[in-house]
């Protein structure tokens, strides 16, 4: 570690983003973290770094960015913040008829110039075995330019116990088995390759009759790439990996 | 209280590596911040009660810095950086050892990936946390900016690429990511000050009672 110069201390300031990415090389690493000890404007600045990445997942998840058309929530303005917004909207529109066509940017317009616009199809469900196949291809593929509403997946990946809990074909009296190995599930979408968690659905109760089910909303928003689709049992003392997918965002 | 600068915390670890006391306990205050830090944003995050190992790892530190086997402050800071991580990974195998999670490249991979994951936010922090971000990228000066923001957190471009596409250099991409967060530190400042900062009236506590504890353990009286 050099000396906590300012230069120094700026050099790592641009290594905030990768550190949080999970991107630094072991010794860089290494020297990132023993300035972090050293400066809590560091500490706090990796803080930051992490509530940006939250906050645009989040944003994200509740369809406020979609497509960079920002809708944050209508409640959060204030009256006379929506007045003054609504006076120079107004203004806005009557300078913008004056203008020729396409003079005047907007965020939403150029992201459409960034990408093709998005065909959003019917909802998808996606009925998943628990014994992920051998091949090489991924489990589910969405097309981004026709991704659909929303994909629900249903893996059929809990497993039905005798009430002891033991894994039997038949349990004591004859009676074939009906309790779910673990009380709740989860679902996660890992990006692949140092990625982040991409989407984590909320715990679902598990039940012998029903499989369980899970959404995502608008998958087309997802980045293009390929998603480990993680399902987790959980009980109280417990939690296990159950089964792992693939989905390929194209 | 505002943390004191990264200089001024080297003077101050110096002095404790003196043998000056009250240097100790401000030193315990000062790399309270950053040795959280490095266990909560770690790859472990998952596994361990970062708290308790911030306690566990400025004990090592204290023990160390007493027993003047480090002679110079950057050295303590990464042996403190080091010990907060072994630590943590020993927490994070003990804590796997006891599940059934047999597939080590997937508890690698997730280790990595749930660095983001921040469990102890609540559902209205998590929707003040997106209205702070929304607000933020409207009050961007620039499309460019958002453009930028929107195509590296969100659809996961990288840097090199993004550079290119937007014929930005490196250093202005670094520099249009530190505005943002310092744009979104005083966004969140004002609407939701418990999410900007670390609890450092805790901090000042926690470390007052380490010191305490050592006093009373190594000289019998406070």
Redesign the interface.
């Known amino acids: 570690?050099k000396?906590?110069?300012h230069q120094s201390?700026e050099e790592q300031?641009?290594l905030?983003?990768r550190?949080?990415?999970?991107d630094l090389s072991r010794s860089e690493r290494?020297e990132f973290?023993?300035?972090?000890?050293?400066?809590?404007?560091?500490?706090?600045?990796?803080?930051?770094?992490?509530?940006?990445?939250?906050?645009?997942?989040?944003?994200?998840?509740?369809g406020?960015?979609r497509r960079?058309v920002?809708?944050?929530?209508a409640h959060?303005h204030r009256w006379h913040v929506a007045l003054a917004a609504s006076v120079l909207v107004a203004l806005a529109i009557g300078v913008s008829m004056k203008l020729p066509r396409g003079g005047v940017?907007g965020?939403a317009d150029?992201?459409t110039r960034?990408e093709p616009e998005r065909i959003l199809l019917a909802a998808r469900t996606v009925r998943l075995g628990s014994v992920r196949g051998v091949s090489t291809s991924p489990d589910i593929i969405v097309a981004r330019n026709e991704s659909p509403s929303s994909l629900t997946i249903e893996p059929d990946v809990v497993t039905l116990t005798c009430e002891d809990g033991s894994i039997e074909l038949e349990c004591p009296g004859g009676a074939p088995a009906q309790t779910p190995q673990y009380p709740e599930y989860e679902m996660e979408l890992?990006?692949r390759g140092?990625?982040?968690?991409a989407w984590r659905s909320s715990s679902q109760l598990a039940s012998a009759r029903s499989p369980l089910s899970f959404t995502i909303a608008d998958p087309g928003?997802l980045?293009?790439?390929d998603y480990?689709l993680?399902v987790r049992g959980r009980s109280a003392e417990?939690?296990?990996?159950v089964a792992?997918f693939w989905l390929r965002i194209d | 209280m505002t943390a004191p600068p990264a200089d001024e915390i080297e003077r101050i670890v110096a002095r404790a590596l003196t043998g000056d006391r009250q240097a100790e306990t401000r030193m315990l205050v000062a790399l309270r911040p950053g040795v959280l830090a490095v266990l909560r944003f770690g790859a472990f995050y998952r596994w361990i009660d970062a708290e308790d190992l911030t306690q566990e790892t400025l004990q090592i530190v204290v023990e160390r810095v007493r027993a003047r086997t480090l002679e110079d402050p950057r050295r303590v800071f990464a042996f403190a950086a080091t010990t907060a991580r072994n630590l943590a990974l020993n927490a994070a195998r003990k804590m796997l050892r006891q599940q059934t999670v047999v597939d080590s490249e997937l508890v690698d991979e997730l280790a990595q990936n749930l660095e983001m994951e921040q469990s102890e936010l609540t559902d209205s922090d998590d929707r003040q946390l997106a209205e702070a971000v929304v607000s933020l990228l409207e009050t961007l000066p620039t499309l460019r900016d958002r453009q930028l923001l929107m195509r590296f957190y969100m659809d996961g471009i990288d840097k090199q690429e993004l550079c290119r596409e937007l014929g930005l250099s490196p250093k202005h991409f670094d520099r249009v990511l530190m505005r943002a967060r310092s744009r979104l530190r005083t966004i969140i400042e004002r609407r939701a000050p418990h999410l900007a900062l670390f609890p450092r009236i805790t901090s000042i506590l926690v470390a007052l009672g380490m010191t305490f504890t050592f006093w009373v353990r190594h000289f019998g009286s406070w």
Not at chain 1, 70 to 73: E, F, K
Not at chain 1, 194 to 197: A, E, T
């Open positions: 570690m000396s906590p110069d201390l300031f641009r905030v983003s550190y949080v990415a999970g290494a973290e023993a300035w972090l000890v050293a400066s809590p404007e560091l500490a706090a600045e990796v803080e930051m770094e992490r509530r940006l990445r939250r906050g645009i997942a989040s944003a994200a998840r509740r406020w960015l960079g920002l809708r944050p929530a959060h940017e965020v150029s992201h960034l890992v990006k140092g990625g982040s968690v928003s980045g293009v790439a480990d993680v417990h939690e296990e990996v792992r």
